[in-house]
């Protein structure tokens, strides 16, 4: 099982917000920063948020990040048909000395 | 415009060996630290390797450490991941990394490369 822990799955109508969460602990999401990516089929995982809470250029502003204490989750507002894809949180962890990745939570646009 | 491009995957018996190769264009390769990250068959991302600007620092994954060897050259712009003692559990779809970097505020994968360990 992942280091980081996150659903499985994620459903949304076209224009609803969802969240997925992303739980770890003190040497990982507590003590260093958090990424989502997002992996549409076939394709190979795309950054979304950096640092927590930041946008690469390129972005949508649907997608927000947000880290509490050692739990951090992802906000897609405006839900799109598009935005049907598979979802990652990662981060460092200190006490492994690598990089630890969540699950993945698979969204659906019903 | 950023491009990786790994090669260097297929098909290998358990206990055999593979190199996997990377070579990145359209930015000055030396100046970011890079990494290898892979997907088993349906599953999920996992981190496997991490190599540092100038080769001073290397991390790996626990089950891959000591089998696996992240390295890089940068007069060619290239990073290499060399793997022995291949295990079915090895197979994945493998993935260039250029690590996030607050210079421009991205981060960069490959298309991804296709090991399979069997018999």
């Known amino acids: 099982q992942s280091v980081l822990t996150q659903p499985p799955s994620a459903s949304g109508t076209p224009g609803q917000r969802v969240t997925i969460s992303c739980s770890g602990s003190n040497s990982n999401i507590g003590n260093n920063y958090i990424y989502w990516y997002q992996q549409l089929p076939g394709t190979a995982p795309k950054l979304l948020i950096y640092w927590n809470n930041q946008r690469p250029s390129g972005v949508p502003d649907r997608f927000s990040g947000s880290k509490s204490g050692t739990s951090a989750s992802l906000a897609i507002s405006g839900l799109r048909s598009e935005d049907e894809a598979d979802y990652y949180c990662a981060a460092w962890d200190d006490s492994l000395s690598g990089r630890v990745f969540g699950g993945g939570t698979k969204l659906t646009v019903l | 415009e950023v491009q990786l491009v790994e090669s260097g995957g297929g098909l290998v018996q358990p206990g055999g060996s593979l190199r996997l190769s990377c070579v990145g264009s359209g930015f000055t390769f030396s100046s970011f630290s890079m990494s290898w990250v892979r997907q088993a068959p349906g599953k999920g991302l996992e ?73």
């Open chain 2, 47 to 119: 981190w496997v390797a991490h190599i540092k600007q100038d080769e001073s620092e290397k991390y790996y994954l626990d089950s891959v450490r000591g089998r696996f060897t992240i390295s890089r050259d940068n007069a060619k712009n290239s990073l290499s991941l060399q793997m022995n003692s291949l295990r079915a559990e090895d197979t994945a779809v493998y993935y260039c990394v250029r690590d996030f970097s607050s210079g421009d505020s991205h981060e960069y994968w490959g298309q991804g490369t296709l090991v399979t360990v069997s018999s």
